[in-house]
């Protein structure tokens, strides 16, 4: 099958390592020594930079690095009129064996009524086509972010008395975002969704037992949440999801296969496309895609971003024969297992490090599929 439409064979998360620049114009901005408009000025040159680091790596998608964001979610989010952020689930990030790091990831909370007041990525995604010869990838959080840390009891009950309610007005903000970055020829976007991912650990299930919800129901409310999401948009739009298992300077959150949620994964949801970590003996076995029907494309994320240590192309090679004991090769494709910067300071390697790790999945994607 010819690689000229996404997800491509060599395709990547989204974000990347934030110059120190943008990050000390963003400290600026906090201080009032800028404004929004020089901020903006210099977020254009170095997203200028990251499209021509991509385009260079070889690649065929290129994304704004989530340059214009300090977070993955928490900017998105903070544009809807409604949503609050505020300390998150007590959860431990760990990085290797026996080092953990005590950090409570933010949560949304809902106290009124939501209502998007204006395009929250419109502005960057219309720079990001502007500037690149290839294919403009936008990627924005999936809707699940606002319920999953929280659940019911961070909803208004004045505002939301009934959950279908909430989800439905959920599902149109979304809806309302993507139809106008379709309307300024965006193709090929990207929801993240770890949520799903975070229900294969045992731990995090627990967690969201506290909070009130049920692990084992979730999957099908989600599913539902997100089909609702993408319903309408053109039919030349493809649309992904992606899974981690937690990305915050190099360190992790969850683990565990995807077994537990793979079926509804897979079958339930209206995507065209998955991608899905990989890198590492948490993250599983590739059993779980048995379960992907035809037409689906699973994009392996064994390429780590969250250390600087280079694959060797044997290895890859070795992983993707593996994977496809369960899914045609002509259904698989390559990248890393998440972004290099899900969060300001990013991961523990250098800009070069993150170059040569681009450079690898195109190389490996190239001899792999020709």
């Known amino acids: 099958m010819p690689d000229t439409s996404p997800p491509f064979r060599a395709d990547h998360v989204g974000s990347l390592l934030r110059p120190q620049a943008l990050i000390d114009a963003r400290d600026r901005l906090k201080q009032g020594a800028i404004g929004a408009d020089e901020l903006w000025e210099i977020e254009s040159e170095a997203v200028r930079d990251a499209i021509a680091l991509q385009e260079g790596a070889g690649l065929k ?51 009124g009524r939501l209502h998007r007041p204006r395009g929250i990525c419109t502005d960057a995604f219309r720079f990001l086509k ?52 379709a309307a ?44 609702e999401t993408l319903a309408g948009r053109p ?66 994320g064994i390429v780590t971003s969250k250390f600087p240590d280079l694959e060797s192309k044997d290895d890859l090679k070795r992983r993707v024969e593996e994977a496809s004991k369960y899914l045609p090769l002509d259904q698989l494709a390559l990248s890393p297992q998440c972004g290099f910067a899900s969060t300001l300071l990013g991961n523990k390697l250098t800009v070069e490090d993150e170059k040569a790790k681009l450079r690898l999945v195109v190389e490996t994607a190239q001899e792999i599929w020709g």
């Open 61 to 111: 998608s290129i994304t704004d690095g989530d340059f214009r964001r300090g977070h993955w979610w928490n900017d998105f989010v903070l544009a809807i009129d409604g949503i609050e952020i505020q300390g998150g689930m007590a959860v431990h990030f760990r990085q290797k064996p026996g080092e953990e790091i005590a950090h409570a990831p933010h949560r949304a909370v809902v106290t």
């Open 130 to 181: 502007e500037n690149t010869s290839q294919t403009p990838k936008i990627c924005i959080p999936s809707p699940s972010i606002v319920h999953f840390r929280s659940g019911r009891e961070g909803i208004d009950r004045k505002a939301y008395p009934d959950m279908a309610e909430f989800f439905h007005d959920l599902a149109r903000i979304w809806r309302e975002e993507i139809a106008d970055i």
């Open 235 to 300: 039919h030349d739009m493809v649309a992904c999801l992606h899974l981690c298992r937690g990305n915050h300077r190099s360190n992790w959150v969850a683990e565990g296969g995807f077994e537990p949620v793979a079926e509804i994964l897979f079958n339930e949801i209206d995507v065209d496309a998955y991608f899905l970590e990989f890198d590492s003996p948490r993250a599983g076995n590739f059993e779980p895609l048995r379960f992907v029907p035809k037409g689906k494309t699973i994009v392996l």
């Open 184 to 227: 300024l020829g965006g193709r090929y976007i990207q929801l993240d969704e770890v949520n799903l991912a975070f229900l294969c650990d045992p731990k995090l299930r627990d967690a969201v037992r506290r909070l009130g919800e049920d692990p084992d129901t979730l999957p099908e409310t989600y599913a539902g949440l997100i089909n």
